[in-house]
């Protein structure tokens, strides 16, 4: 149905003349269209659908000159849709479309502006390819700290920092990848009065402060695990510890100490086989401290084969590990003391009482010299105090014991069960447990020590100072 603005007094071959004429009209002023023109011409091209919209009698003499105006049509429609951009940027098709009322009008009234190439947007496909490749790394990091955070239960910090920073990748990337997205962000852009040129760098921009958060978090995540990890292990709380490390490893799977943390974890518990599966990938990884480990390990490993232990085996791996610590520049006295305790471990579990004398010797007047008291430390006492009882010599034997009661504090139940082997359950009942499991302050123990131990500790007859003097003489 024809419009009031539309002159329905043309047969419709006047109407395709006219409307040839004034696209004849703009095709010769598009560099400089009057934009009265440009509107007469979408005004001629309604009066034309209008006109076919018109039911003819099948008598009418004009039904044979519609199909031929219908022939015409499609060779000025296709030169009008080459005019869509200089119709478009002439004059604005929303507003007129509304003033006009033609909301439901046909494809002329619908070009879209085709906004002018700036010298800056020539590359914006690069900014928006390297916009996609940083939303897809910070993904990546995201991915691995909500794998990290899902083991175990989340705190309310976690979660709202974990939040925030997901929705953060969820609008720079609907902003990027979908077209409705970019609108949104352009519109927000142009609040801001940041220029369309601008807009693909800022796009690049606002990623690349989300990859650098989410990246800082990533990091920050691994020392922080490691941290509260130990932490939790140095107070015998082994279940956090292992929670946490297992967090680490999500985090960055190719740091091999949390693989060494959770070993000694296991190991703690007596769980060997899996203690030694990740010694393995620590030791792979370079690191002396896990040769330590492992050879620690097989101290108390039962092979599946012969069903018996192999501290030979144990032997090698720590005779190894002592060979490469001393070697370095600046030794770490601490893993200097573990290397030489466990091997005279090792060479008191194969009889060898004067190599293993030597070691723990030498681990004692280590142990001596290192502030604290260490997991694991005061060992080398008891082991010592084992290896003279072998050799007869019952007054140092009793010394050490003493020394033993003290300051031992067995790292592993297998350490801890060494008591019994040897038939000391006496002095299994006094020494500090607490760094195996939780649940053992220190005031209980000093109470148990008071009541229950001082007839052993009252048979050492040295002090201190005698005693560091004697074990290096």
Same mark, same amino acid.
């Given at each position: ?10 047969? *419709? ?11 004849? /009209? ?52 296709? =030169?009008? /849709? @080459? ?32 906004? @002018? ?66 609108? @949104? ?44 990890? =130990? ?23 190719? %740091? ?19 203690? !030694? ?21 097989? !101290? %108390? ?24 610590? %001393? ?14 305790? %466990? ?17 723990? @010797? ?47 504090? *067995? ?63």
């Amino acid at each position: 149905m024809a419009s009031a603005d539309m002159d329905m007094t043309r047969t *419709p071959t006047e109407m395709l003349v006219h409307y040839q004429e004034m696209l004849e /009209r703009v095709e010769k002023g598009r560099a400089k269209v009057e934009k009265k023109d440009v509107l007469s011409l979408l005004l001629a091209r309604d009066e034309v659908e209008a006109a076919f919209n018109v039911k003819p009698d099948e008598k009418n003499s004009e039904l044979q000159c519609l199909f031929e105006v219908d022939e015409k049509l499609s060779g000025l429609d296709h =030169r009008l /849709r @080459k005019l869509g951009a200089v119709i478009a940027n002439t004059i604005s098709l929303d507003k007129w479309r509304t003033r006009l009322h033609r909301e439901e009008a046909g494809w002329w009234w619908q070009f879209k502006p085709v906004r @002018k190439v700036d010298a800056w947007d020539r590359v914006d496909w690069l900014w928006d390819a390297l916009t996609l490749g940083t939303l897809a790394l910070g993904a990546s990091f995201m991915v691995s700290i909500i794998s990290a955070l899902s083991v175990g239960s989340l705190t309310v910090a976690a979660t709202l920092s974990t939040i925030a920073q997901i929705g953060g990748l969820a609008i720079v990337s609907q902003g990027a990848l979908t077209k409705r997205g970019q609108e @949104k962000v352009r519109d927000f852009m142009m609040r801001f009065k940041i220029a369309a040129r601008f807009q693909s760098e800022v796009m690049l921009m606002m990623a690349a402060l989300l990859l650098l958060t989410v990246y800082v978090t990533h990091n920050s995540l691994t020392t922080v695990y490691l941290e509260q990890g =130990r932490d939790a292990y140095s107070q015998g709380a082994l279940n956090d510890a292992e929670l946490t490390f297992l967090r680490g490893l999500e985090i960055d799977p190719s %740091n091999s100490t949390f693989n060494a943390e959770l070993g000694r974890i296991y190991e703690s518990l007596g769980v060997l086989n899996k203690a !030694i599966d990740q010694y393995y990938l620590n030791v792979q990884a370079g690191g002396i401290k896990g040769i330590n480990d492992l050879g620690r390990a097989y !101290i %108390n490993w039962v092979n599946p084969v012969t069903r018996k232990n192999d501290p030979a085996l144990a032997e090698a791996y720590l005779q190894m590990g002592l060979q490469r610590a %001393n070697a370095q520049q600046l030794p770490d006295q601490d893993l200097r003391y573990q290397l030489n305790r %466990n091997l005279g471990w090792a060479l008191l579990k194969q009889d060898k009482f004067v190599a293993a004398e030597m070691h723990l @010797k030498t681990a004692i007047s280590i142990d001596e010299r290192i502030p604290g008291n260490q997991i694991g430390g005061g060992m080398a006492y008891c082991f010592l105090a084992y290896v003279y009882e072998k050799e007869g010599n019952t007054n140092a034997a009793k010394v050490q014991w003493g020394n033993c009661v003290v300051k031992a504090r *067995p790292e592993t139940i297998h350490e801890y069960r060494w008591f019994s082997e040897v038939r000391r359950g006496d002095v299994a009942a006094c020494v500090n447990t607490s760094k195996i499991v939780s649940g053992l302050d220190d005031s209980v123990f000093d109470a148990i020590q008071a009541s229950r131990c001082a007839s052993i500790i009252n048979k050492s007859h040295f002090n201190t100072a005698e005693q560091v003097t004697r074990i290096e003489e």
